[in-house]
């Protein structure tokens, strides 16, 4: 179907999105816990507050960036939210190819945490352009992908502490896969290609 407005986004579209960009700093925060020898529980919130709250912020930015153009480029709004999540999509599952289990010598520190969190939440500031296009709340959006970047970071810390590095690719690799996805489901459904579908099962 088509919005006059912008593409409308459901409450299980958007923690969809949540969750595969969340699939980077899930990744590193098992990398973290690997490397923390005495973990405590107050490691895992720091680390987790740390990713969570870039990748609620940065969302923001990119729709601020992106709000300014809306007018420009309305028309093309469906292709614009497919290509940037199709291109995110295939960085992750390209960068979990490529990368061995990595290591990170310091964890806590603030200034290696700080720079973690910008790396894992780049993703995040270009999906924030594309809701720019999208009939979506930004605020509610951001809190939605920060707070689950939160909670899945914290069980990250503690399952790197605990089982190693096997589980960072398959995260990657389904963040990827999500992601991309939902790009496709935007354009069909902007396209009109889904109701279509439908009608034929009526």
Not at 110 to 123: E, R
Not at 142 to 165: D, P, R
Request: some cysteine; glycine content about 10%.
């Amino acid at each position: 179907y088509h919005i006059e407005k912008g593409i409308k986004m459901d409450i299980l579209t958007i923690v969809l999105i949540a969750l595969g960009l969340a699939m980077d700093a899930f990744a590193v925060s098992v990398s973290s816990g690997i490397t923390i020898k005495d973990l405590k529980p107050r490691h895992g919130v720091k680390i987790a507050l740390f990713f969570g709250g870039f990748q609620a912020l940065m969302p923001i930015l990119g729709w601020l960036l992106g709000i300014g153009f809306k007018d420009y480029i309305e028309k093309y709004d469906h292709w614009i939210a497919f290509v940037l999540l199709g291109f995110i999509g295939a960085k992750m599952l390209k960068e979990a190819m490529d990368d061995d289990c990595e290591y990170i010598s310091d964890p806590l520190q603030n200034k290696v945490l700080f720079m973690l969190a910008i790396a894992t939440s780049i993703d995040a500031m270009a999906v924030g352009v594309s809701f720019a296009f999208l009939k979506a709340s930004i605020l509610s959006s951001s809190l939605i992908i920060g707070a689950i970047t939160c909670v899945i970071c914290f069980g990250g810390v503690y399952l790197g502490n605990k089982c190693g590095c096997v589980f960072k690719k398959k995260a990657e690799i389904a963040g990827g896969v999500v992601l991309i996805l939902i790009g496709f489901k935007i354009l069909a459904e902007h396209s009109g290609f889904t109701t279509v579908v439908l009608n034929m099962f009526k």
